[in-house]
RNA sequence: GGCUCGUUGGUCAAGAGGUUAAGACGCCGCCCUCUCACGGCGGAAUCAUGGGUUCGAUUCCCGUACGAGCUGCCA
């Protein structure tokens, strides 16, 4: 049997960490076993459906290589692939009679004052048990209320004794009194579906053969069982996902500032990257790699693998990946993405092909680069205690020495190529019998006014071209005579 | 409150009735080095807890604690 999966988010916003794992899981499940992969859109809710979501939730799945063999867009046969459209077609209503024809199901005429009434506030938190009060209309009550359009819902009728089970591939068999079970509403009054009875009737029309979704959706899973029997239909495998939380263990929320897909995007990361990141917050291959293209996640995601526990999202070792994924980048890639952050701090005519070369294994994401970088364009204002450093055993009065004889040696230098410096340098420093980083140190830190740089002084004084090179030094040798007088 | 699920270093995690309890991030140290980073080497750090079962439990069972989810005409 073909596996199908399906991704079925509600457009409400900006597309989360954890509903792209849930989509990434699906895909992986499907294409691990060469199936197929679908795109349906939960658009029950009419009162939080954010204009432009759908495209958002596009774009991400576009992004991140999640591409549905089935969609909105690319008709399986199963159409429509948006909920609100096969309201329109008339589908759940159909499913709804069928269940209530057969006394699984019935119409609630209840006013929001009377649920009011039954609300009961236990332990600070409100809990609403609906008494099945309508399930002992007669026939003909219910179809006058009908008849005379008194607003209502459909209720699912469950039993108030023995148990439901279901097994999940994950979690096990898991059982729940039926006492526990409420009689969920599965056609609101505004005629449209709720989560609970749209899933379950897409997914059976829809031929999903393996539900994979977050764990929130465990405690209602009982009662989707309820409903797939009622019907008469197969029950799906059930994969429920451990969700991921915040370093506070607290579900990831928009406070954190990295909990949605986009978040991410914006702040510099890759999309590679946070794929193959997420794919591990709760699943571990086989070996010990960690570095997955999409590709090699399809071909080592064993879905057994996936545990059971929350996870936490740890930024860090984001910013970690996502610098390794810059490093194995080719460079010519790199650089035309770096580009942009680069002209962010430098305007002027430098080498920025080179400058982004040198940067490359000292960020972590692109917007690390302008602050790195800021010192070529403009000589920061510094501190003389930057040219203290124990370990190039130099300090102010060391450094306006060395500073001088080294000015003097490099005005009279035209080729200040790196190699043509380090060598000049090298040769000072040993004539002199002094180490070539302390030789270095007050050179370094004349040309860029930073304790720390991406790159050494040759280096950077190739970079920034003799007259600027020099100016530096002088304006360096400036400072450490200023603060001596 | 009730129900359900979960608990291996700070974090992601492998593992399995008998192991020196992998690996990674982070942290620390050393090496490399024109600073930092990269790279290399090494280190500290974990089986929530109490009872069972067993020759032997971190692994199996029960309880407790803690955390989370659900308890919506949200998904």
Not at 50 to 74: C, F, Q, Y
Not at 84 to 91: D, Q
Not at 130 to 147: M, T
Not at 436 to 452: D, E, Y
Request: glycine share 8%; with cysteine.
């Amino acid at each position: 049997m073909k596996i199908r999966t399906r991704y079925a988010p509600s457009p409400t916003g900006r597309m989360h960490v954890g509903n792209l794992r849930t989509a990434l899981y699906a895909y992986l499940i499907a294409k691990h076993e060469g199936g197929d992969f679908l795109l349906r859109i939960e658009d029950t809710d009419q009162v939080r459906e954010v204009e432009g979501a759908v495209d958002i939730i596009n774009r991400t799945l576009e992004g991140t290589g999640l591409i549905p063999d089935e969609s909105p867009d690319k008709d399986g046969g199963v159409g429509p692939y948006v909920q609100s459209e096969r309201v329109k077609a008339g589908i759940y209503d159909r499913y709804a009679k069928e269940l209530i024809d057969k006394g699984e199901a019935y119409y609630c005429f209840c006013t929001p004052e009377r649920l009011a009434s039954l609300k009961q506030v236990v332990g600070g938190k409100e809990i609403n048990v609906y008494d099945k009060h309508c399930l002992h209309l007669s026939p003909e009550e219910v179809a006058e209320k009908l008849a005379a359009g008194v607003p209502h819902v459909v209720r699912q009728n469950t039993p108030q004794t023995g148990t439901t089970s279901f097994h999940d591939e994950l979690y096990g068999d898991i059982t729940v009194d039926n006492s526990e079970l409420d009689d969920m509403i599965l056609i609101k009054s505004d005629g449209f579906p709720t989560y609970n009875f749209a899933n379950v009737v897409d997914d059976h029309l829809m031929g999903i053969t393996h539900v994979v979704r977050g764990n929130e959706y465990i405690s209602s899973t009982p009662k989707y069982n309820r409903l797939y029997e009622a019907f008469g239909w197969e029950i799906p495998a059930y994969i429920h996902c451990p969700l991921i939380t915040d370093e506070d263990h607290k579900k990831l929320s928009k406070r954190s500032g990295h909990s949605s897909y986009e978040d991410l995007i914006e702040q510099g990361f890759l999309s590679e990257a946070v794929v193959n990141f997420i794919a591990l917050l709760g699943w571990s291959p086989e070996g010990n790699e960690e570095f997955f293209d999409l590709e090699g996640l399809v071909r080592a995601f064993d879905y057994h693998r996936i545990g059971t526990s929350p996870a936490v999202f740890d930024y860090q070792k984001l910013r970690w990946m996502n610098g390794e994924y810059l490093k194995r980048m080719d460079p010519a890639v790199f650089y035309g993405q770096a580009l942009p952050y680069l002209k962010q701090a430098i305007h002027k005519d430098l080498d920025l092909a080179h400058i982004a070369e040198l940067v490359r294994t000292r960020i972590e994401v692109y917007p690390d680069i302008p602050d790195m970088v800021a010192f070529f364009e403009e000589l920061p204002d510094y501190d003389i205690a930057l040219y203290t450093h124990k370990k190039s055993k130099c300090n102010p009065e060391v450094a306006l020495g060395l500073l001088k004889e080294e000015l003097a040696l490099l005005e009279a230098m035209e080729d200040f190529s790196n190699d043509a410096l380090f060598t000049a340098l090298k040769a000072y420093a040993s004539e002199k019998g002094i180490k070539i980083g302390t030789a270095m140190w007050p050179l370094r830190t004349a040309v860029s006014g930073r304790p720390v740089t991406p790159a050494g002084a040759t280096e950077i004084m190739e970079i920034l071209g003799r007259e600027e090179s020099l100016a530096r030094i002088r304006d360096g040798i400036d400072r450490l005579t200023g603060a001596q007088a």
